[in-house]
């Protein structure tokens, strides 16, 4: 593959990017009919933490973090870098000097499928990061990645200027040409779980919300 | 298998049950001659929780959480949620709505080998999971299969109406037969550790306290 | 092997241990020229645990803790036991009692390539644990194994008398003899990255305080 | 647990076990309502093995194959034993000397749900082996443990005298009391499979045959 | 997602697939600039197979294969099935009638991020399979998905039409609108490795034959 | 760490060699006092390969094979080369004309805790690999290591001239300084290993012939 920077990148417009982030990872991947969803191994470094920003994505060779650097230059306001290392890895690309840079630039977390080091100041710092691993390892800068291509992280395709939502629940990937009717659906949602709420905590059952009675006798389920 | 759901299951005394939670899972595990553990795979979604309730079982399809519902009727208060899928999987089987009617029932935890989502508002909730995965993955309503039947959940088989004791250290199911005689032994337990943690306090060492020296000798172990 | 335990090893001085500690994992590892870290699956217990001590080093057989018993004779203050076990294995050898024992000796804590237990114990006792697993399951006093011999531990080569150094990072192993020019490496390293960070706070990119731009272009990387 | 071995276990008819065997892993698992098949890291050690047998069950623990041999006494012809550590272990239990002796025996393979060894020898000699490992690794004979007790191996719940069928797809255990009953629906699963593949041969599409055009039209399926 | 089948794909020229194939996974990995490889646990069910074949691709839940017989009516001479599961997944989607229909209509073989079963009789048929796991695990029919539409295969993005080639060292996508000019560049590769490899064979070293030694010295390697 | 290549190794004398290789992994490792296994992840590319030789150990960047052409000038006849990546790696390091460079300097193999390719072709050439993964993944040449320093490989330490000993069951470090000694003692337990399966064919158990029965019904096991 080429090694290619693309510099002027598409993105989504932040109110929309904010507005999905409120809505939490399972509900828009609920909106976005269940895709976009990267693995469960994405994991946070801290509880708690919540973002959503434009995917800024990084092509890198294992154990090999120059392109990190080259990454950051492109970063706006309300960026997330998105690192996939061309083979598995879990070196830590990633610590306390990167992240602020990243956070001078207005950048707002890291998503790596690979590994993360500096966490005790990456938590302090409230740069959010999602990881396959926690790993001190350091790596080189000697072989040309890409930024800005499209990557396959964890399993789920990124685009760069794609919406990056993520919390205590993992990452998804909203594609920015649907955004703003994901962000819709996902609002309908929410609206719509508020009142199951109620109607839950004040003992109606789901078999009976939801009219799964009938369907469950035809099936066959039977009751001893 | 033949899809039922058996409605009137025997349950453990919620004294006993109690009783049990304070000890924990690790002496518990002891008391019981150090069978009923789960694997090491079950992690609780928030540090710090401890619960012990009445099993009430489901084994489900992979990727369908529809018994989940048809569970929840049958809860009663203190009891809590067992579920194995049919073949591993890591879906989010279960969030907040289910939790909000979960906890109307008297519901007081969710052990899952699978996955679990909504892990923020779980935690607020202070409704405890342990759990194979954290994943906002969706399920379908679609495959029927069974509530209170035994199931072999992360290799420990459980039967409806056994107690499950669970905290940071995992999981523990206690036989309903058994579980008078395993807080008798949990207790005696208990109340002997704490006398021999004054004498370690003091600085005497274990292999005085077990008078492991002569059997150490005997068995070869030379000091040099 | 013979089953041994060596009682009389040499240590590294506390200050220098000290030192190295709040250098942090991640910064003596590099100042040792990236070598000595244990494997990434070697997690804490608790986040936020730090901790830098004297190597005392098991080798057990899986699923038997009885040298563990026979090391804590063998600590001293600022000791940490480091265990291998001869074969893979996540049992719990080590819970609260072990650690009271350890703490009355001065032990700082344990590097466990297995498992542990009683973590909420171990947590309300300051006791850090970086291990494979957490897992209440319980170990036997059937077989011996060796007290302060060379191990491998998590991939790391230990000897003891080694400094052990653990944060969130997880575990790296510094050569006794190479201690004090590996904490002379890191303090050099740590004054430099005040540096660097307030360069980069400040928007100066790692790209121009590196110098890196000449080399990525003649490396051939393309900006479109 | 106390240790016992169980000497008079009821075992099935080896007529049956023969046949069960002849049906192969995946029909005798769908005839008996999909139960009873263990995890899918049981795999052969040698391509194009296949047995069935009755189970003669050992729990063993961790790296300690005393029970080994206190449960070869207990094997008549047809016999397999099936061993499940008392907690996760890879170590090689079981080689070629053990084969032998199980051999003279008339024992037919063996599953175990740990490590093996001596896997050329085990080869030539024809005894089977699904396992979790190949792993040279040795064992101690220091603890008991248990024969001919019930034990979940590999998540599959297993009583002595319970049927287990083995082939390259895995491993499945017939309960005793339905061996006859699993058998009759596996030979006519056999029959109709026949008719099936006759037809799919010719060309005639599951589609069709199966009748689930409708079906999948109704479910909201869309041709583009 | 809504579910859809896309009935008219566009495919690659047999000729050019078969090509490929000859070429094999490595060669062709590297013509294409090391893009598109699976992950390495897409292992083939037995040694020495190779294929290659246009991408017939599938989308379907976890433990359901109503889709894999959709799409078996979508395959034409040459084709390969590629099915990822929508969440992670070891079922037996696929045995011995599926494939007996498959090749039926000029199938070559399948790719699959899940489970096959009936090992044996897929081996007699000489029909090659990759997949994460054996297991003999059933599934339903009650879930719709997609065929022929774009999916991360083991973390590769595959298109319908797409090229796979397939044999020991694993599985690679081709895209369609580069399988000209990705075949010509592996012939070359090809060419030119026959050459290395009788100069390799005489005895020179790579460290020559590449000119290696000067960059080495000069990035500091040392000879001592 | 400094990055050299140690060109004067000593090498243990290969009638040692040969003779450790006839005795097999397990006998090995058994008489060197249950030492110097590598980790059961270590598999054969092909069955049946039983191979033993001179270790020389390289020591490589995740994704860089660039050491590798610097060993094989190193490479003598009967060598070995053992392979450690300083970071988890599955790349495949090593391939066809690799293979080819070293059989013609007398190499008789590969251990690389990573990834090899080309696995048809070595299969053919008959050169035995163990590997924790097969994957067609290139490498660059970019990143310095050494060549000829002990290595930590797959959980063994293994110095150059350390006698390498692989076959189905894994492989084994011996250390140069006691491969006489380790040898004699294995052709010891073989003679004795003979003795024993012919009592064990001719039905004598394992409880009699070690005397087991004592100690067991000492050590409290029930016969029920």
Redesign the interface.
């Known amino acids: ?7 002027n990148i598409e993105r989504t417009d932040l109110k929309l990017v904010d507005a999905l982030g409120k809505c ?3 509900t828009v ?2 909106a976005q ?3 976009g ?1 990267m ?2 191994h994405m ?1 946070p470094i ?3 933490a ?1 973002v959503a920003g434009n995917a800024v994505t990084i092509s890198a ?4 973090n ?1 392109m990190v ?2 990454a ?2 492109q970063m706006q306001e309300g960026d997330i870098l998105v690192l996939e290392p ?7 690309y990633f ?4 992240a ?2 990243a ?3 207005g950048g707002r977390g890291l998503i790596i499928n690979a ?1 993360v ?4 100041d990456l ?1 302090e710092m409230n740069f959010p990061v999602w990881s396959k ?6 790596t ?5 990645g890409s930024v800005n291509v499209p990557v ?1 992280c964890a ?3 990124v685009n760069p200027g794609d919406v990056i939502v993520a ?4 990452v ?1 990937v909203v594609q920015r040409e649907r955004a703003a009717e994901v962000l819709k659906k996902a609002q309908e949602r929410e609206a719509n ?1 508020e009142d ?2 109620q109607k ?4 109606i ?3 009976d919300m ?1 009219n ?1 009675r009938e369907r ?1 006798e035809k ?6």
């Open positions: 593959m080429a090694n290619i920077v693309v510099q939490g990872v399972a991947h609920e009919g269940r895709t969803l693995a469960s994991t801290y509880a708690g919540r060779a294992p154990g090999d120059w650097h080259v950051i230059e061309t083979s598995p890895c879990e070196d830590g610590g306390d000097l990167l602020t840079s956070q001078a630039r590994g080091r500096d966490v005790r938590t691993a926690v790993f001190a390892q350091g080189v800068k000697n072989t040309l396959v399993g789920a395709l919390d205590d629940d993992g998804c779980e199951k709420r839950l905590e004040s003992g059952l789901g078999l939801y799964m469950l099936e066959g389920l039977k009751y001893v």
